[in-house]
């Protein structure tokens, strides 16, 4: 939780112009975002008093203190109304297994901020290890968190993991390939891959994968 928190407290947050897709987004707008450059412009990062709250948060919680931890920032969100401040609420709420209240707090920073990609990131991790997955929403909002500068092969994974459960196997295709631009030496991701190519016939070029 140290270096989660941590991160937050000094992560540089890229946004961009477009709000959240409500679903997976489509073939062509997959093909788009794929070939997309973060964007440039819209960075942000948290005010000294945000960085300053959840530090002694985050030294709570290390403490062992998750319920005083999370009443600091519940007291700090009552007269900021950050969405940093949720999103660190939101991790806290995971740390204590309080999944439901950690997706209402990474969804009330989203709503705060409609393109804030940590926030994006975060709920779509937490809706596709849901008891009840999500996949059409995690996916947009992994969409969202890459169109924002969250493009780690780990992220791609997630995203293209939610396409195949979605039975779209051309656009989880289309995702696994990027990942491998990163690493083309990953077994996970070149297994995921070949599973999508052979589930659209393609299994001369799934074979290269495997």
Known sequence: MRTALQTLATYLLAFVSTSALASAPSSSQLTNLLGSAPNPRAIHTASIEENNTIAVSNDLAMKGQLGE??????TA????????????????????????????????????????GLAHRSLAIALYRSSQPDYQIAAAHFASAYENGHRSKRDLNFMGQCYLNLSKFAE????????LEQDANDSR??????????????????????
Do not use: T, V
């Open 172 to 179: 989880a295709e289309a995702i696994f390939k990027k990942a």
């Open 69 to 74: 931890a999370i009443k600091k920032l519940q």
């Open 77 to 116: 969100q009552a007269s900021a109304r950050s969405p940093f401040y949720d999103q660190a609420l939101a991790m806290l709420f995971e740390q204590s297994d309080q999944q439901a209240k950690a997706i209402e707090h990474y969804k009330a920073a989203i709503a705060k901020n409609a393109n804030f």
């Open 189 to 210: 991701i070149k297994a995921f891959l070949s599973y999508a190519l052979k589930a659209q016939g393609k299994s001369s070029e799934a074979a290269q994968y495997e």
